[in-house]
């Protein structure tokens, strides 16, 4: 007989399963392989429910098969009715019992998880963090250093980074499946948790709250550096002054192109304002540039010439500045990419993907 799936149909299915979901576990972008402590308390409550669940399973299944074989009706005893037990108390408060327990064993780690993760109590003696989103990019303010940066967010491996989340339009939620669990970007209230890497990498971030059009597209990252780099890349980044840089002829046209076609409206280069673009400051320093492109010329030109069509929705209007030709988007890119503050850069650190 056929069901309603063919064994062959069914096998090409599971391998194309098991080919699609064998892309789910890079290392750098998954919750299955921790390397944080939000996202090793929630896998240690994974393994517990796994656990908990798969025993009742098994003893279920075993349960089954020996009534199966042992009570089946034998030759002989086509007319026989075995002993009834509905309605039997000690048997009912067993199996009420013991799903109660269970639940009890799996309920209580699971809240004192979640508190533990939100506990405000100590964030004085630790680092805090201000993240912002945005439709579709990141921003992050490191308010007790005064810097900022947008689309990647540094962090120093093995210290608690307390993350203030808010959001300036829509809901978004800030995510790093290596790290840690997501948590709501809200734009009525601000959201307090705390993340912690254990070791050094590029960790890949996700908005998981679908905000639009490029939602998909609104990548970032985590750049995770031994604490000597961090204070090293701080001190980088403070004394960091785009006016000192020196520049071939090219990037500077291209820095009083970037000057005098208003994108300075919308883009701070370092400082520490309230932002309506992307902070450039660190801008060469980028592994990935408006959330998902590679930092290369061609694709800087395409994305100043026309960020609609790469990014669909997104908040860089052509409106909002003069028509740029393909040679003046090549100087400024030229420009951009000579923003490199420090030598602690997504490039510096291990590359964890490629393990
Ligand atoms: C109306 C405000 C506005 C103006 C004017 C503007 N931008 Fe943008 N720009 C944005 C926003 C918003 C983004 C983020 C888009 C996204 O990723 O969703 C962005 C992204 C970028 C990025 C990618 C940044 C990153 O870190 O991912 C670059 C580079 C850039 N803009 C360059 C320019 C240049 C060059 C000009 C001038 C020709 C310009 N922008 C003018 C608002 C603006
Ligand atoms: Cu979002």
């Known amino acids: 007989m056929r069901g309603w799936l063919g064994k062959t149909k069914a096998l090409a299915l599971l391998g194309l399963l098991l080919l699609l979901l064998s892309g789910c576990g890079k290392e750098n972008l ?28 098994l003893v279920v299944a075993l349960l089954l098969v020996i009534v199966l074989i042992r009570f089946r009706k034998k030759k002989g005893q086509e007319d026989f009715i075995p002993k009834q037990v509905e309605g039997s108390v000690p048997l009912e408060t067993v199996w009420t019992a013991i799903p109660i327990i269970l639940v009890i064993i799996m309920a209580v780690p699971t809240v004192m998880a979640e508190f533990d993760l939100a506990d405000t ?50 809901l978004h939620s800030f995510w790093i499946p290596s790290l840690a669990g997501k948590l709501d970007v809200n734009p009525e209230n601000v959201n307090t948790f705390y993340i912690e890497a254990y070791e050094e990498g590029v960790y890949y971030g996700k908005c998981a709250e679908l905000c639009g059009a490029s939602h998909a597209l609104m990548d970032f990252k985590v750049i995770a550096v031994d604490p000597d780099d961090y204070d090293q890349w ?35 280069i370092g ?36 960020p609609d069509q790469i ?9 909002a500045y003069p028509e ?18 420090s030598d602690v850069t997504p490039d510096s650190v291990p590359d964890l993907a490629s393990e």
């Open 121 to 170: 109590e100590k964030r004085d003696d630790h680092r805090s963090i201000t993240v912002t989103g945005f439709q579709y990019w990141w921003h992050f303010d490191y308010e007790d250093d005064e810097i900022q940066t947008s689309q990647d967010l540094y962090i120093p491996v093995g210290e608690k980074v307390y993350l203030d989340l808010k959001s300036k339009d829509v």
């Open 271 to 306: 400082g520490s304002n309230d932002p309506i673009g992307p902070n450039l400051a660190n801008f060469g320093d980028r592994s990935r540039f408006a959330g998902v492109l590679d930092p290369t010329k061609e694709n800087l030109v395409d994305w100043i010439m026309d």
């Open 311 to 319: 990014k669909p929705d997104n908040k860089m209007k052509t409106d």
């Open 30 to 57: 998954t919750a299955l392989i921790p390397k944080g402590y939000g996202s090793q308390s929630s896998m240690d409550l994974i393994v517990l429910t796994t656990v908990v669940m798969s025993t009742v399973f």
């Open 324 to 341: 740029i030709s393909e040679e003046d988007a090549e100087k400024m890119a030229e420009y951009l990419m000579e923003l490199k503050p």
């Open 234 to 268: 701080v001190s980088d980044m403070q004394s960091f002054d785009p006016e000192e840089l020196e520049l071939d002829a090219v990037a500077q046209e291209g820095k009083e192109l970037f000057e005098a076609n208003n994108c300075m409206s919308c883009h701070a």
